[in-house]
């Protein structure tokens, strides 16, 4: 017997961990799985009940739509509850529609889980006693997310348990329970006094239980607000001035509602003067914010005559006494100058010494708006000959220059070509055919044609004999060149070999003499320019 005591011990344990163990896989599946789901209830005949139809495990969904199946000889919808968690569902406009549609749709998916609807059935007054189903159902297209792809939910239907009609031969006794009347207020519905039988579920207005009735019929409308009188800052619609009491709304003395009906109350205030000074030609003073009561008042204190530059005001307000007094000119001379190739002149003019301004004369009458037009612009430069600044040799160019006879302004410069060199060669003759000439006068003829002199113009004279010509017997040859004009070493040539006569040796010394006078004319002349310039 102990034994098998033990073997059935054994069993129960492992049945009741089995049992244990498969109620755990069901919740654990039953929390995963998405659910439309209502609640069950029980109702006696002639009830309303009241069912929430409700979301559980929702993955995620943008609109759904559920038809409501009921067994429309024992209940009949009568009112419906369009507030959801998903905010307000749409539901048929037929009540007596069977079945009854709910739907809902949104912006975007939602996993929003809780109420979807409320519906309140009235249980038919002859429904007989049973288990009344009212199902849920939907279409695959009728559930979808966002994607409009169909999102699956199972669903648990509601049993409604109906306790119906006792048996004609029956003879029921009501267990009355009294509900005592309660006054109306803006918040709560009150209610007249009345019966409540809790073996059958129903209501009588009397104690014989002879008239039957319903919670709804026995509900009193909401009464008015109650509006007082209540000072506080709430209802405050505007504050107290210095001519006014603080204005207040009424308010209900149940939910504090605020009314449209008003009241003053409290005190006035003091006033409230402006630091800012009022004034006119009287005087000033500091004026209220809202009345315009005057304080403080008092004449002016005049800061002094009116001058040219000040007015007359009242140093305690600013108001302004009398204005400045008209300006009076007072020109004085200003000294002009003559313009040079430096400087800019200026023409005379007058200069108010009190306000500045100036006038082409002394009584003020004209006046330079334009101060630029009182200029008188540089003269130009005065240019001067040519001054040498580098001789130049049969190496290398000179230079030379113009500037300004006033400001010494170099204005223009300019290169002297190098000096051509004398051919050193000499044509050799008879001492006895040589002729002597004037190199100014040497005519220019072809080598090859020799000039013949006659015998009675030849200058018969003794190479030996022949005196040498001293430089300052030779021939001087003046500048032509102007001041203006640079000497032109290239243009002038002391060379005559191309003249065509055969020269003597006596000749070809006073052509050397000449070229060396020359020069030191050249030079002479560029050291006095030189003194000049220092």
Request: with cysteine; proline share 4%; glycine share 6%.
């Amino acid at each position: 017997m102990n034994i098998m005591k033990k073997i059935k011990v054994i069993v129960a344990l492992t049945l009741i961990m089995s049992m244990i163990t498969i109620g755990t896989v069901l919740k654990i599946n039953a929390a995963e799985t998405p659910t439309f789901a209502f609640n069950s209830s029980s109702a006696n005949a002639g009830e309303e009940v009241e069912l929430t139809l409700t979301c559980s495990n929702n993955p995620g969904i943008n609109g759904w739509a559920v038809n409501i199946g009921y067994d429309s000889s024992v209940m009949q919808i009568v009112s419906t509850d369009k507030a959801s968690a998903f905010g307000e569902v749409t539901v048929s406009q037929n009540l007596s529609e069977n079945p009854f549609r709910i739907q809902w749709f949104g912006l975007s998916d939602v996993t929003t889980n809780g109420k979807m609807a409320g519906l309140t059935f009235k249980i038919d007054e002859n429904a007989k006693s049973g288990d009344y189903i009212v199902s849920i159902s939907y279409s695959e297209d009728e559930v979808v997310n966002l994607d409009e792809d169909s999102v699956h939910f199972d669903t648990i239907d509601a049993t409604v348990s109906v306790n119906g009609k006792s048996e004609p031969d029956t003879v029921h006794t009501h267990n009355l329970t009294k509900i005592e009347s309660k006054v109306s207020t803006c918040l709560e519905q009150g209610n007249n006094e009345y019966f409540y039988c809790e073996d059958c579920g129903k209501y009588f207005k009397d104690t014989e239980a002879t008239t039957e009735t319903t919670v709804e019929a026995e509900k009193l409308t909401l009464a008015n607000h109650n509006f007082i009188e209540n000072a506080k800052d709430e209802y405050l619609k505007s504050e107290a001035t210095c001519t006014s009491q603080a204005v207040y709304y009424k308010s209900c003395s149940v939910c504090g509602e605020k009314s449209n009906e008003t009241f003053i109350y409290g005190e006035l205030k003091s006033h409230d003067y402006s630091d800012e000074w009022k004034f006119d030609i009287n005087g000033h003073w500091h004026e209220c914010k809202n009345c315009g009561d005057k304080h403080d008042e008092a004449a002016h204190i005049s800061s002094g005559a009116a001058t040219e530059t000040e007015d007359e005001v009242c140093t305690v307000c600013g108001y302004v006494i009398a204005p400045k007094k008209e300006h009076t000119h007072n020109p004085i001379l200003v000294e002009g100058k003559e313009a040079t190739c430096t400087e800019e002149g200026q023409k005379a003019y007058y200069e108010c010494e009190g306000c500045n301004k100036w006038f082409e004369d002394g009584t003020a009458s004209i006046e330079i708006t334009d101060k630029n037009s009182i200029i008188i612009p540089k003269k130009a430069h005065t240019p001067s000959a040519w001054i040498v600044d580098k001789e130049a040799t049969e190496k290398d160019k000179g230079s030379q220059h113009k500037e300004c006879i006033d400001c010494h302004t170099v204005l223009t410069t300019e290169e002297i070509p190098v000096i051509t060199p004398q051919p050193d060669t000499q044509p050799t003759t008879n001492p006895d055919e040589q002729i002597t000439t004037n190199p100014d006068e040497q005519s220019s003829t072809n080598p090859d044609e020799q000039t013949t002199t006659k015998p009675d113009e030849q200058s018969t004279t003794n190479p030996d004999d022949q005196s040498e010509t001293k430089p300052e017997e030779q021939p001087t040859t003046k500048s032509t060149a102007t001041d203006s004009e640079a000497p032109n070493n290239s243009n002038t040539s002391y060379s005559n070999s191309n003249s065509g006569a055969i020269q003597t040796g006596q000749a070809s010394f006073a052509v050397l003499a000449l070229i060396v006078l020359i020069f030191g004319v050249i030079l002479a002349y560029a050291v006095n320019i030189k003194k000049h310039r220092n």
